[in-house]
């Protein structure tokens, strides 16, 4: 995906999102979110809109010194939801009027202006799949945005410290785990036309970071891992940011079960 359909889905999952909680309670609880109720969940979101667009805005080159921004909340919670939507709508504006290939600071690993944009797309995406989740409905994320997603959450992970801290702790003595996508692929590596889908991750005593050279991207990696967890690619997004348990039967694990634990306990945030 580039950067202009990152900024389409921005506004198509915030509308989604907003669909999903302005019929709700939102005082319902959001289990994937311990302690938040759906009003908490879409005044984060909105919030992390209103924050992201403004650092494009700014087109930042350094770590921002604060996190202020004016949000412009509304007096009551059932107001939130068209809040939301005012805040992507604003964000859309500030994407077309944005260089998104121009230089600018951020946390992960791709220094540009778009980098905003995507994480924009996943923050709202997972959340989204928050608010479905406490309504007990079934999250569906079409397969390339989701294969996009692990992408992205995997390459930038190695970078969260600074708000995820157990990542630090990701460490072992020359430990890979692949995450391997049963749609579109033939769940061995192999191939049935879609050559995504594979990532290796390799973790280092100094560190962790995903294989650049990785199977299944037409490259010349390992063809086995330590550990290997196998599922669709929704199913695989929503289990990285620990929405869903890696025991259901939505997934195959084989291999060393201890380094899977030592991952899902260290990785999610």
Known sequence: MNPAQHGAAVVAETARFVATVKAADLSTPVPSCPGWTLADLTRHTGHVHRWFTELLRRRIQQPPSSREVDLRLP???????????????????????????????????????RFWVRRMLFETLVHRADAELAL??????????????????????????????RTAELRAPDRTIRFLC???????????????????????????????????????????????????AADLLL???????????????????????????????
């Open 136 to 165: 007990g409905l079934s999250p569906r994320i079409d397969r390339d945005l989701a294969v996009d997603g692990i992408d992205e959450f995997l390459t930038n992970l190695p970078f969260a410290s600074l708000f995820a801290p």
């Open 75 to 113: 007096e009551h919670a059932d107001g939130y939801p068209d809040w939301l939507t005012d805040g992507a709508a604003e964000a859309a504006e500030v994407f077309a009027g944005t260089d998104l290939d121009a230089p600018m600071w951020a946390w992960g690993l791709d220094q540009h202006a």
């Open 239 to 269: 289990l990285l940011y620990g929405r869903l348990d890696r025991e259901s039967d939505a997934f195959h694990s084989e291999g060393d079960r201890d380094l899977l634990a030592h991952w899902f306990a260290h990785s999610a945030f």
């Open 182 to 232: 049963t749609d579109g692929t033939d769940g061995t590596g192999g191939t049935d036309g879609d050559e995504s889908g594979d990532w290796l991750i390799r973790l280092r005593p100094d560190g962790f970071g995903l294989v650049a050279d990785t199977p299944g991207t037409g490259t010349t990696g390992p063809d086995t891992a330590d550990a290997t967890v196998r599922g669709t």
